[in-house]
């Protein structure tokens, strides 16, 4: 196996011949620099290995049409409920123009997206949070899509995926927000009675009231590599008890060695492990 050195040094030649090339570096724009390895990568590259650094492994965000199109077969899929957007019930000051930004900037009317399509051939439900619209807040409108893309997998008899990545309830929506824990709680909770298949995917961030409703309440509860997973913050909870924590505290490994998680499954290797699931779940045998 190659050491770490190895591969930084192999980065280092390649990079250095990217220079020689086209006179200069890329420009800074289109090039995105590890926070784990200070290793620099094109974007593009990156982008192409699933928003993992090719030198360490660190896993970058990952919006939510490139999660939808890296989960389900060809990248095909059908959006639900598309049109349901965030309202500003509380009239909170600022709220609106947060909302204005965070839709110009992502193309996204909310920070959840669900959809319907195929996994290894078979059918299945997926919601995604989109971390860079508010932080993957939960909004009342995201809780009523995630609430009605579980209403959908139960009249269908789907199996579920639900990929998380929040920084909790929304605070600008006050206890519109924090609703929205007991009515996707309740929706899983008809949906498991059903005796149907819901899997969990903690990536980084999963906190706040996400963590303490619907993301934690999967028959199988897997996290990718290194996500935060908790309800306070390790900083809150320190401040708090008055005492230091492990320094892997909350992250994905600590959580699996504690037993909140059942796997800590790497990117590359999500889509297949999703696949066997719904295959086991289903009998082996793909429904066309």
Do not use: W
């Not at 579980?150 to 929506?173: D, N, T, V, Y």
């Not at 492990?246 to 492990?273: K, S």
């Amino acid at each position: 196996m190659e050491t770490m050195n190895n591969v930084f040094e192999k980065r280092r030649i390649r990079l250095q011949a990217m220079k020689t090339l086209y006179g200069s570096y890329l420009p800074s724009d289109q090039m995105l620099t590890c926070p784990k390895c200070a290793v620099e990568s094109p974007k593009k590259e990156v982008a192409a290995n699933l928003s993992v650094c090719p030198a360490c492994g660190h896993h970058f965000p990952m919006d939510a049409v490139s999660r939808l199109r890296a989960t389900f077969d060809g990248g095909k899929y059908r959006e639900l409920n598309r049109g349901l957007g965030a309202a500003d019930p509380l009239r909170f000051p600022g709220y609106a123009q947060k909302l204005r930004e965070a839709k110009h900037k992502t193309g996204l009317r909310e920070a959840a997206v669900t959809a319907q399509g195929k996994i290894g051939g078979r059918p299945c439900v997926a919601c995604v949070l989109d971390r860079r619209f508010l932080m993957g807040s939960m909004s009342a409108a995201v809780g009523e899509k995630i609430t009605l893309a579980i209403e959908h997998a139960l009249s269908s008899r789907l199996p579920l995926i639900l990929f998380a990545a929040s920084g909790g309830a929304r605070m600008q929506e006050g206890i519109c927000s924090l609703m929205q824990m007991a009515k996707t709680s309740a929706a899983l909770a008809r949906f498991d009675e059903a005796g149907l298949l819901c899997v969990c995917v903690l990536t980084d961030p999963t906190t706040g009231g996400v963590t303490a409703s619907f993301a934690s309440l999967g028959d199988v509860i897997l996290a990718e590599p290194g996500a935060l997973i908790g309800f306070a913050g390790p900083r809150v909870i320190e401040q708090t008890i008055g005492q230091k924590l492990p320094e892997d505290f909350q992250r994905a490994e600590f959580m699996m060695a504690h037993g909140f998680v059942d796997a800590v499954v790497p990117r590359g290797e999500l889509r297949e492990a999703l696949s066997r699931l719904l295959m086991l779940h289903g009998g082996g045998n793909a429904d066309g």
